[in-house]
């Protein structure tokens, strides 16, 4: 949802077709070849609605299953890893680079071995971040407890004197205040949500596929679980309530 | 893993059958309809390998599923619930219960209606408590984190004088220390995984359908997803590491 309103900001005409795996979530644990089938299963139920691109707006879903669905479909794929690598990379004087991620994402050694094979001679540092996904579902966003668990998390990188973070999962933009406010000043910050979004808007582009500007772009959401949660949680994620919620059926 | 913990203990002869649903943790978000689902191909899933019992060693799928599953099949099927209620009003005195659960156990009312209906003029307390499953399974048992997120669900229940404090989800057994620490020393702990193996046994004994004493009994373990993290959360659970994990495939 985060990346949802990332596109809206950026490509208000483009109408968006959204698809939470709501029953099966979270991904992030599970293992690579659970989550191949899975993203499988997902980019199917979107084919079938014909669209004309697909964002994988999940970090651990990109990190295992888009080079196979890529190569399975013809229309443009983006994930959200190039875009945030791009973004880290852009200025030249990035040295020490710190990720967190989920387990799966930071185990899959994706942003490591991205990162490496653009630039020469950078420190990376991956942190599994596994607590943050539920704390920022429970908009625990700046409670005592979640700034324990961050610290927990930063303190290993902040030693090794990070230049870089980057949120390489699409919960963490939402944690963006109480980072800034317990990292050191100079360490930048890199979302995959904004950077996912200026990905797709290039590849529309060269694609020559945009939407013809003043169509206002609607958003349809389809969830394999429906729970009051996604909704209080949709409307934070969005800044205003998505409108009716489908049931999707995936798999079989 | 701490009913399994218990039962082996207490039935040392039983061959156990273990399910997990890992592809498709945690149920404690998700909605009635979708667990229902989900519990139904878990019991097809231990009915075609010929069980003589089940025990649903989950508060969730047992709020929403237990009473469908029963209906269905003539073998018994044991819940987590009321072998918790039976053992929270063994105590004659009790009068002020809090709960703590996931977020469906406790908005299910489940709890609170089997207690209220066994006993009158019960004072009832429910705490969704959805940060302690993620904490546990991070094995984060005594960090500071924990003690917060801990106080911040029991400083409300405290206030309201609880004399008993049940323990209404699987995982949070391995909290028991912690717990104690934090809560006065006269609150009662009833922890659901003891008290449903008592619960099985009883049930197996009514119905002549214990093992011969003198077998040593089994532990066969299928999972959804197979992925490291069960292998380590398992062993501590269990304080000895499981056999050979088969991958189960439920629906269709």
Redesign the interface.
Known sequence: MTVVRAVQELLPAEDILYLGD???LPYG???P??IRQFAGEDARFLMARGVKAIVMACNTATAHALPCLQAQYPLPIIGVIEAGVDAALANPHVERIGIIAT?GTIRSHVYQHALALRRTGLIIHGQAA??LV??V??N?LD???TK??LK?YLDPLVEKGIDTLMLACTHYPLLIPVLRELLPADVRLVDSATTCAEHLKKELLRLDLLAAAGHEGTLEVHL????E?FEILAGRFLKKSPGRIHRASL??
Do not use: F, I
Request: negative net charge.
């Open positions: 709501t029953a099966r644990s599970k293992s070849e659970t387990r596994p607590l539920p704390l579902e429970e625990w409670h005592p407890a324990l668990v927990t394999t679980d429906l729970s949660e798999g079989g």
